[in-house]
């Protein structure tokens, strides 16, 4: 029964991202952004109580997977087409145009294929993790939801969603080395960049609010590409 407890809250997860999917396709773009940060904190959970109970298993290892796909892949892809289809249309483009948001779907069901195989990625990752790139696109609804005109103006642009949508697809498989936010203990030096990370990043979201997201996503890639550079 102990390696079940896991594997349960992982279907939180999946039924936190079927959820959003839901509200995303009924326009709710706001609630479909909470519902992916409460299918990451799932996410987190899950794997924090297969290591206190050490209760690995093969199937849970493939179930996080498939709930990531749902909760990470293609929920973020909904709310991108959602954010095309309430932007203005840019002529008789935008009908093929608005489907680029579902190469978000593609390429998370790419990175996640490839995470399961790929050994190098036991300590660190490689390419953008599903679940940042996810809570990067949750980031989106709640900005514009904050009444800023001017971030309001570039998220709700056809041409801004499909460079966003291209460039976030080519992270998730990109060869970037990227470290992992797991703390192996406390020490300073071997944790110096998961340290400055998490101070920017509160601080950024102090005086940022949900703005903040998408900086941190960048911050924490820069971060990763110092860090890897240094070791070499």
Known sequence: ?????????????LLAGCIGIVMAFN????????LIIIAAFFDFLDGMIARLLKAYSEIGKQLDSLADMISFGFLPAAIVYQLFLVAPQ?????????????????FSALRLAKFNIDERQTEN?????????????ASLPLIIQTGSSFFSAYILNAFFLFIFSLGMSL???????????KFKSLGFRENLFRYILLIAG????????????????????????IQFRLIR
Not at 1 to 13: A, D, E, R
Not at 90 to 106: C, K, R, T
Not at 126 to 134: F, Q, W
Not at 202 to 224: H, R, T
Request: aromatic share 12%; charged share 5%; glycine share 4%.
């Open 27 to 34: 326009g709710k773009l706001n609630w479909a952004s909470y």
């Open 171 to 181: 992270l998730l498989v990109m060869e970037i080395p990227l470290f992992s936010l």
């Open 1 to 13: 029964m102990k390696k079940h407890i896991p594997n349960t809250v992982t279907c939180l997860n």
């Open 90 to 106: 840019v002529g008789e483009i935008s009908p093929y145009l608005n489907y680029s948001a579902f190469l978000i779907a593609i």
């Open 202 to 225: 509160l601080f950024l979201i102090l005086i940022l609010n949900f703005a903040a997201i998408p900086l941190i996503i960048f911050l924490y890639i820069i971060l990763s590409v």
């Open 125 to 137: 990752f490689i390419g953008l993790p599903t679940p940042a790139n996810a809570l990067l696109i």
